[in-house]
């Protein structure tokens, strides 16, 4: 669906690249936590999930089912509520600042980092106390979004450094125009790539 799969078949004439990635996909943890304070997770949270602790129990060798809290955390996003909603994408949830505001409580967190959904500018906080970031690490999305890209980076002091940048030339002339506006309908398409890691740039 993203073009790996044909560029391991260009690159190395057969599928097995693909094949041992998409084996070792299935081991990559869940979530990671940075000094105890910040969590850092795919998509979002989960309604069956209160504490970081059930994120350690979860069965993780094997592929991403379709409901439950491994899910969740896959596929939630955030949205300008309170609580929960039904997810438009057909899996995981849509989850507001309450619940985002409480789990950090519970957890002793002062951030949940994200990625999952296409940000025109790179990196979005949300709610009133920024409890929430999402950071989106891929320039020029499919090569027609015409979105920045970004990484968040801690120091030993868990200070903030975000970086900003664009695609490279090289990948700026492989494919059509971009229009620079992505409606709905592709945001929710593009924003589940599964490609789009989170784990370098915050670890």
Known sequence: VYGFYDEC???YGNANAW???TDVFDY???????????LCVHGGLSPDIRSVDQMRVIERNSEIPHEGPFCDLMWS??????????????AGWLFGSRVTSEFNHINNLDLVCRAHQLVQEGLKY??????LVTVWSAPNYCYRCGNVASILSFNENMERKVKYFTETEENN??????????SKEEALKYGTCPGNCLVQALL
Do not use: H
């Open 9 to 11: 078949q260009r690159k």
């Open 19 to 21: 094949r041992y990635c």
């Open 28 to 38: 990559l943890t869940l979530s990671a936590i940075i000094n105890g304070t910040v």
């Open 77 to 90: 996003d955030p949205e300008d509520i309170e609580t929960w909603a039904v997810s438009p994408r057909g």
């Open 126 to 131: 949300m709610f009133e106390d920024k409890g």
């Open 173 to 182: 002339q492989m494919r059509g125009p971009r229009t620079g506006k992505v």
